[in-house]
């Protein structure tokens, strides 16, 4: 099976978002990576409902939206209306994971648990069984362009490990610092899933930056 690559429109040209969107629609690339941030949870703000929606009209491929927000329970059913089709929540902001999990999957969407880079995988034990998507954040989140933090590799492997011990279905997405180099490091950990933004943002030709990532 080929890798799962997620642009993340957070790196996109917010001057030409419906560009962007449609160029990733004619690439190789399988979702569009949606980030959340309040503000709260992390030191950033980014774009909600609105931005979400315009995206929803103009995409052709799923949308893999991630919360980077505090109390994600409050808004699972306006995400899902605002055309979310996985919804990936953090460990760290759930105090009663299962719940949650159980609320995005009623309302229709894969549900995904992300983890910062400081939270063990070990923690996911009592609930893998129930995911869809396991993110493993490999930067602090908040920000793009960050440094990629190696022991993620590890971290992959454990995660690949603890889905075949369980015989959980879940996917393993890796987002932050993701290019050509950690990309091929985190797929032949066991990773099905490359989140990239100033990767393929940022390159001369996007749409090439995407099929090398694919093809890895």
């Given amino acids: 099976m080929s890798i799962i690559i997620s642009p993340s429109i957070l790196s996109c040209d917010f001057a030409n978002v419906q560009r962007d969107v449609e160029m990733i629609n004619s690439s190789d690339a399988d979702w569009f990576h949606v980030d959340v941030m309040d503000g709260v949870f992390v030191p950033n703000i980014s774009f909600g ?126 987002d932050g610092g993701v290019n050509l180099e950690t990309g091929a490091l985190l797929v032949k950990a066991g990773a099905d899933a490359l989140v990239a933004g100033n990767f393929i943002f940022n390159a001369k030709n996007p749409k090439q930056a995407i099929s090398d990532l694919k093809n890895l």
């Fill in 49 to 174: 409902f609105p931005v979400i929606s315009a995206v929803k009209r103009h995409a052709k491929k799923p949308l893999d939206v991630h919360l980077m927000i505090a109390n994600p329970d409050a808004y699972v059913e306006e995400f899902k209306k605002a055309g979310a089709d996985m919804l990936t929540v953090h460990y760290e902001a759930c105090t009663h994971l299962h719940r949650t999990i159980q609320n995005i999957k009623s309302h229709g969407m894969m549900a995904g648990v992300a983890l910062n880079p400081h939270t063990s995988i070990e923690l996911l034990d009592d609930i893998i069984e129930d995911l869809d998507l396991v993110l493993i954040m490999s930067v602090n989140p908040g920000f793009g362009g960050q440094k990629f933090i190696k022991n993620t590799i590890y971290k992959v492997e454990q995660l690949a490990n603890l889905i075949h011990k369980k015989g959980s279905r879940a996917k393993i997405e890796v």
